[in-house]
């Protein structure tokens, strides 16, 4: 087999996004659309992958990082030109060499494999991926020879009437002899109104030449997003694509035109996902679970037999069987424990909770560590934070935090240990005690009624 090269052409400013951020690092499913295009091209083991920036390029290099090569194109004047700048690390190697958008999330490994598979059978100098569209007005249509080969690519405005009712369509993907490319590629010219070098002038230009030019026909819907509109179809099918891929896995998604998954997101078998639920990157849910209605998950790591309800965690991992909700909000960096339970209105940041421990309803934990088969009464705050630093709390093993108490960090108590409803705790309690910390209860008889008369 030969080497695979891939060209991944990055370097536009996207005016019509209308946006500072740089076009091909807007989002579509929780991923930069440059990195979905590089993650299809590393499933399919391309040799080297070269992507060309130009604006907004160190954005682009921190996004990608050193998985890829880059080549800057300074002047953006066509596609071709952008390929000609990768001349000094491609040029003279031999191989097949993908040349692809880096604003077309939606093209996967499998349709670039399949791809390169046809242009290497037939031995091909260049190859078209195309598509067959019903109303393929406005993009360039493949006109083919009565050998099946491609004769040449007319865009719309130059099709004649019966080229115009061809529905075979450019996408704007190619692989090319690698070697026959960019020896093509000097010959192109920018003799348009533009003034720009295009890239399907090297296909003609090697057609011209007796070159074989093939077409892979390919089923799977792919779009280039140049602004917000296209940005939305682009969500729309990956999230479809993304849940259907799920359910055939053996999720059951109740309502999947209200259930929002982004990629890189991993799901057990017979788990639920109820209607509402947004699932970000980064996480991963083990079997049997039960999540949503009207849950929000970014990169949390989730056991088996878990249960959240109408709740909010963020970079943070729920072991087996525990239960969170419904309105819990889970803050980065805490750790709940195997059977534990976090019930509502309980905010949790930072802090871990141990094995079959409940926090179950309006308590804040800030900067804790609490141990296994603790109860946290209602109402309960880590007083953590002294206007300039955070202090943490330790609760230790089968301790018991009554009702509405403070404990006032850096304090820790005990194993065993008791905390009274309604205490301000400042000092460590030790294991076994009972901690009682507030003013002894004073009734006034007939002080009520004297402030009502008056």
Do not use: W
């Not at 359910?247 to 035109?257: A, Q, Y």
């Not at 980064?282 to 049997?288: D, Q, S, Y």
């Amino acid at each position: 087999m030969s080497d695979k090269f891939a060209v991944v052409l990055a370097a536009g400013q996207g005016t019509r996004m209308k946006s500072k951020l740089y076009k091909v690092l807007h989002s579509v499913c929780g991923k930069p659309m440059v990195q979905h295009v590089v993650d299809s091209l590393n499933e399919l083991q391309a040799d080297r992958i070269v992507v060309v920036v130009g604006h907004g390029a160190d954005k682009v290099k921190e996004q990608l990082g050193s998985d890829v090569e880059y080549a800057m194109q300074e002047e953006q004047l066509g596609t071709a030109h952008a390929v000609m700048q990768v001349a000094p690390i491609l040029k003279g190697r031999k191989g097949t060499t993908l040349v692809l958008s880096g604003d077309e999330p939606l093209i996967s490994s499998e349709t670039l494999e399949a791809l390169v598979a046809h242009h290497e059978a037939n031995q091909a100098a260049a190859t078209i991926l195309t598509r067959v569209m019903d109303n393929p007005t406005g993009y360039g249509r493949i006109i083919r020879g009565e050998d099946g080969g491609v004769e040449r690519i007319v865009e719309q405005k130059d099709a004649t009437e019966e080229e115009q009712c061809v529905k075979e369509i450019n996408t704007g993907t190619y692989c090319f002899d690698n070697e026959k490319l960019f020896a093509i590629l000097e010959k192109v010219d920018n003799n348009n109104a533009q003034g720009e070098y295009y890239l399907p002038d090297a296909v003609e230009i090697l057609k011209s030449q007796g070159e074989r030019i093939e077409a892979s026909i390919t089923e799977e819907i792919t779009i280039g997003v140049n602004d917000r509109v296209a940005l939305a179809k682009a969500e729309s099918m990956m999230r479809e694509r993304i849940l259907t891929k799920h359910m055939k896995e053996g999720v059951t998604i109740i309502d999947p035109s209200n259930t929002y998954i982004e990629a890189d997101v991993v799901i057990g078998r017979d788990s639920i996902i109820y209607p509402g639920t947004l699932i970000g990157a980064g996480t991963v849910i083990g079997e049997e679970c039960i999540i949503g209605p009207h849950t929000q998950l970014t990169n949390c790591q989730v056991g088996d037999r878990v249960e959240i309800k109408q709740s909010v965690l963020v970079d943070s991992r729920i072991d087996s069987e525990a239960t969170v909700g419904p309105f819990a909000y889970i803050r980065p960096n805490s750790h709940i424990g195997e059977g534990a339970k976090v019930g509502d209105f309980v905010e949790i940041k930072n802090t871990s909770l141990g094995k079959g421990s409940k926090v179950s309803h309006l308590t804040y934990l800030g900067d804790a560590e609490v141990g296994a088969d603790v109860n946290v009464g209602c109402g309960t705050i880590t007083v953590n934070y002294d206007g300039v630093n955070k202090h943490k709390t330790v609760i230790k093993d089968r301790s018991f935090v009554g009702c509405n108490a403070n404990l006032v960090a850096p304090v820790t108590v005990g194993e065993g240990a008791y905390v009274a409803a309604g205490s301000t705790v400042t000092d460590d309690v030790p294991d076994g005690a009972l901690a009682i910390a507030r003013e002894r209860q004073t009734n006034k008889e007939g002080y009520a009624k004297n402030i009502i008369k008056k």
